[in-house]
């Protein structure tokens, strides 16, 4: 090979290239401004719950019941956070879809990239990526921030602890994990309202409505419940805290595998439905 | 070159496109004429792998759509205005879509420049004026420099100085050998702009050939004459063969003779003549002769004014037309 820059214009290579396709979805993920302020968002729910949790809990120790202080759990505590922000998260993950189709978007992307597997997948990755960083930065910092708000005589956490890194790297996995379901739901759906209240029947009502059955039915599906894995993961010592549930990284898997099933819809009906 | 083969498309019951064959050469610009509804969009849809068709293909140098290893650098679309996500700028919108095909990045300035979109390259298109819009979609079409060039009613939105910028700028691509396909529901601006003509009413193709082909065929010619001897003019002409109707300003149409020999035998007969004048039936009337068929709609004027195209139809579908 020569060392001579010709245009690329005039060298087309015959194939479209991964790392360009990537490059591609990067650039569409962080130019608009949606993207921006749903993770400010997070920033926000997630680091806020944490540091007005731990400072509450600091100022009013003396005064709290026996009982409150026996089942107190510094670490839990400081990640509630994370809970909240999986609507956030699902938020984002049905609009970085929801809007191609919105705005007519996808006609364009799907001209450049006519494999349609191939544009959720690039979507997909680079979608997991952004939210596996921020997911990781908000739980640590909920984490810290938290512990170091919680004075004694109240005690706080360290990542030593057991089950405590667990709780706090899960963190940041199931709002990963939680972004792809939502981001296959608004492919299959298409609509972002439709797809964001479908999200938030699977995550927040499901729990409730299974919650209202009789115990016999309810308990034992109580663990299938994203919201119920989710709690498991960002726990220390579920089987404590938390009453029908799997262990933390089966629950886990359980989740990945929710995420997969909604990604793989999504991928089939991208392929047989018109653009 | 794009060839269109048998291609059908049903949506629901409704069928938009109906064994419809055509080619589009390079080196001209093809037009692509048909009344609203005719299913213009929905083949350009085709072509380009967005809708899938029921029966037949479309390929594009001899591939279909799916099969072309960097698309962009072969073919560039231009399919509706503002397909654009409005939070996104110009540029933003322009380089996600160079950076999938590797395409330069001083390619998308180029393109911004050609359009003259340079100046609002970092606002937000939702700001962006419906001309504006159709400017980008052009770029986006221009971005990989393709061989072969789709533009779907690209005038829509455009003042005088764009449509006329438009038109030289498909002569232009077509004179540097690339295969140009664009549809228009206008007759007059084909005229102008294309050099051959694929022309469908209702999803069926009606006819296709050269402009001046399609002129010739569908349009008649005839000559207008005014006379103070209308009548006894009228009679004599009709002797020779020829077709005479009265029009309202009571001058004459005759069509099946030249200007030439209506004026010979009217000087030989001693009748005098204000006006002999050579006329050509308007483009629009040849396409509204030749359409007329396959309008879905006729217009009721009991109807309340309908809003856009899939209403017309709707009416036209559900008063069992
Ligand atoms: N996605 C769709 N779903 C249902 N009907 C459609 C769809 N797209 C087009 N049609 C119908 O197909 C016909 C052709 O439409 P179209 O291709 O847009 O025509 P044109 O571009 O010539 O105006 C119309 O009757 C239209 O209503
Ligand atoms: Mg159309």
Redesign the interface.
């Given at each position: 090979m020569s060392l001579t820059l010709t245009p690329a214009l005039q060298t087309p290579r015959p194939h479209l290239r991964t790392t360009s396709l990537l490059r591609s979805e990067w650039t569409k993920m962080r130019s608009v401004r949606s993207t921006m302020w749903t993770l400010v968002a997070m920033a926000i729910v997630v680091i806020g719950i944490s540091v007005i949790g731990c400072l509450a809990i600091t100022n009013s120790w003396a005064t709290m019941s026996l009982g409150n202080r026996l089942s107190f759990n510094p670490t839990g505590f400081a990640l509630k956070g994370i809970v909240f922000s999986q609507l956030v998260i699902g938020v984002l993950g049905v609009l970085v879809m929801s809007a191609e189709y919105g705005t007519g978007t996808i006609r364009a992307t799907l001209t450049a990239i006519p494999n349609r597997p191939r544009v959720l997948a690039m979507k997909a990755v680079v979608f997991a990526a952004v939210s596996l960083v921020v997911g990781e930065v908000l739980s640590f910092g909920a984490f810290f921030v938290g512990q170091a708000l919680l004075r004694s005589p109240a005690p706080h956490a360290t990542l030593s602890q057991p089950g405590v890194l667990r709780a706090v790297v899960g963190g940041g996995l199931v709002i990963m994990v939680l972004g792809l379901f939502a981001l296959g739901l608004a492919t299959i759906i298409r609509h972002s309202a439709g797809a964001i209240t479908s999200y938030v029947g699977t995550i927040l009502v499901a729990p409730i409505i299974i919650q209202a059955l009789p115990s016999s039915i309810g308990h034992p599906l109580m663990r299938f419940m994203p919201f119920q894995i989710t709690n498991v993961m960002t726990s220390t010592n579920p089987s404590n805290d938390i009453g029908s549930a799997f262990s933390p990284w089966v629950g886990f898997s359980l989740l990945c595998l929710y995420a997969a099933i909604a990604l793989v819809v999504a991928g089939v009906m991208m392929v047989r439905r018109d653009a | 070159m794009i060839e269109v083969r048998g291609v059908t498309k049903r949506y629901k019951e409704k069928v938009a496109v109906k064994d419809l064959s055509f080619e589009v050469k390079q080196g001209v610009v093809t037009g692509f004429l048909g009344p609203n509804g005719s299913g213009k969009s929905t083949t350009m849809?085709m072509i380009?792998?967005?809708?899938?068709p029921d029966e037949g293909t479309a390929t594009i140098n001899g591939k279909s759509?799916?099969d072309?290893?960097?698309?962009?650098?072969e073919?560039g679309?231009l399919?509706?205005a503002?397909?654009?996500?409005?939070?996104?700028?110009a540029f933003?919108?322009l380089?996600?879509?160079a950076?999938?095909?590797?395409?330069?990045r001083s390619?998308v300035d180029t393109v911004l420049d050609m359009v003259g979109l340079s100046d609002v390259a970092r606002k937000r298109a939702g700001k962006f004026s419906l001309g504006m819009g159709q400017r980008l979609g052009i770029a986006?079409a221009l971005l990989?420099?393709p061989g072969v060039l789709l533009f779907d009613e690209p005038i829509n939105g455009l003042d005088p100085e764009g449509i006329l910028w438009v038109r030289n700028l498909l002569k232009g691509l077509a004179s540097e050998g690339r295969t140009v396909f664009v549809s228009s529901h206008l007759m007059s601006e084909m005229a102008l702009t294309a050099d051959y003509l694929v022309v469908i009413g209702r999803g069926e193709l009606i006819s296709s050939g050269s402009v001046s082909d399609f002129i010739n065929e569908s349009s008649g010619q005839f000559v207008r004459v005014r006379s103070p001897q209308a009548e006894q003019l009228a009679t004599l002409l009709t002797g020779f063969d020829a077709v005479v109707v009265r029009e309202d300003d009571g001058a004459l149409a005759v069509s099946r003779l030249s200007a030439e020999a209506i004026g010979t035998y009217a000087g030989d007969a001693g009748i005098r003549l204000f006006e002999l004048s050579p006329q050509r039936a308007s483009l629009e009337d040849a396409f509204m002769e030749l359409t007329r068929d396959s309008v879905e709609f006729h217009g009721h004027g009991t109807q309340s004014a309908p809003t856009n195209d899939t209403e017309l139809l709707a009416q036209s579908v559900t008063s069992g037309k």
């Amino acid at each position: 090979m020569s060392l001579t820059l010709t245009p690329a214009l005039q060298t087309p290579r015959p194939h479209l290239r991964t790392t360009s396709l990537l490059r591609s979805e990067w650039t569409k993920m962080r130019s608009v401004r949606s993207t921006m302020w749903t993770l400010v968002a997070m920033a926000i729910v997630v680091i806020g719950i944490s540091v007005i949790g731990c400072l509450a809990i600091t100022n009013s120790w003396a005064t709290m019941s026996l009982g409150n202080r026996l089942s107190f759990n510094p670490t839990g505590f400081a990640l509630k956070g994370i809970v909240f922000s999986q609507l956030v998260i699902g938020v984002l993950g049905v609009l970085v879809m929801s809007a191609e189709y919105g705005t007519g978007t996808i006609r364009a992307t799907l001209t450049a990239i006519p494999n349609r597997p191939r544009v959720l997948a690039m979507k997909a990755v680079v979608f997991a990526a952004v939210s596996l960083v921020v997911g990781e930065v908000l739980s640590f910092g909920a984490f810290f921030v938290g512990q170091a708000l919680l004075r004694s005589p109240a005690p706080h956490a360290t990542l030593s602890q057991p089950g405590v890194l667990r709780a706090v790297v899960g963190g940041g996995l199931v709002i990963m994990v939680l972004g792809l379901f939502a981001l296959g739901l608004a492919t299959i759906i298409r609509h972002s309202a439709g797809a964001i209240t479908s999200y938030v029947g699977t995550i927040l009502v499901a729990p409730i409505i299974i919650q209202a059955l009789p115990s016999s039915i309810g308990h034992p599906l109580m663990r299938f419940m994203p919201f119920q894995i989710t709690n498991v993961m960002t726990s220390t010592n579920p089987s404590n805290d938390i009453g029908s549930a799997f262990s933390p990284w089966v629950g886990f898997s359980l989740l990945c595998l929710y995420a997969a099933i909604a990604l793989v819809v999504a991928g089939v009906m991208m392929v047989r439905r018109d653009a | 070159m794009i060839e269109v083969r048998g291609v059908t498309k049903r949506y629901k019951e409704k069928v938009a496109v109906k064994d419809l064959s055509f080619e589009v050469k390079q080196g001209v610009v093809t037009g692509f004429l048909g009344p609203n509804g005719s299913g213009k969009s929905t083949t350009m849809r085709m072509i380009v792998g967005l809708d899938a068709p029921d029966e037949g293909t479309a390929t594009i140098n001899g591939k279909s759509y799916a099969d072309l290893g960097v698309p962009l650098r072969e073919v560039g679309a231009l399919l509706e205005a503002k397909a654009i996500h409005p939070g996104r700028s110009a540029f933003n919108h322009l380089w996600y879509l160079a950076q999938s095909n590797d395409i330069p990045r001083s390619r998308v300035d180029t393109v911004l420049d050609m359009v003259g979109l340079s100046d609002v390259a970092r606002k937000r298109a939702g700001k962006f004026s419906l001309g504006m819009g159709q400017r980008l979609g052009i770029a986006a079409a221009l971005l990989g420099d393709p061989g072969v060039l789709l533009f779907d009613e690209p005038i829509n939105g455009l003042d005088p100085e764009g449509i006329l910028w438009v038109r030289n700028l498909l002569k232009g691509l077509a004179s540097e050998g690339r295969t140009v396909f664009v549809s228009s529901h206008l007759m007059s601006e084909m005229a102008l702009t294309a050099d051959y003509l694929v022309v469908i009413g209702r999803g069926e193709l009606i006819s296709s050939g050269s402009v001046s082909d399609f002129i010739n065929e569908s349009s008649g010619q005839f000559v207008r004459v005014r006379s103070p001897q209308a009548e006894q003019l009228a009679t004599l002409l009709t002797g020779f063969d020829a077709v005479v109707v009265r029009e309202d300003d009571g001058a004459l149409a005759v069509s099946r003779l030249s200007a030439e020999a209506i004026g010979t035998y009217a000087g030989d007969a001693g009748i005098r003549l204000f006006e002999l004048s050579p006329q050509r039936a308007s483009l629009e009337d040849a396409f509204m002769e030749l359409t007329r068929d396959s309008v879905e709609f006729h217009g009721h004027g009991t109807q309340s004014a309908p809003t856009n195209d899939t209403e017309l139809l709707a009416q036209s579908v559900t008063s069992g037309k």
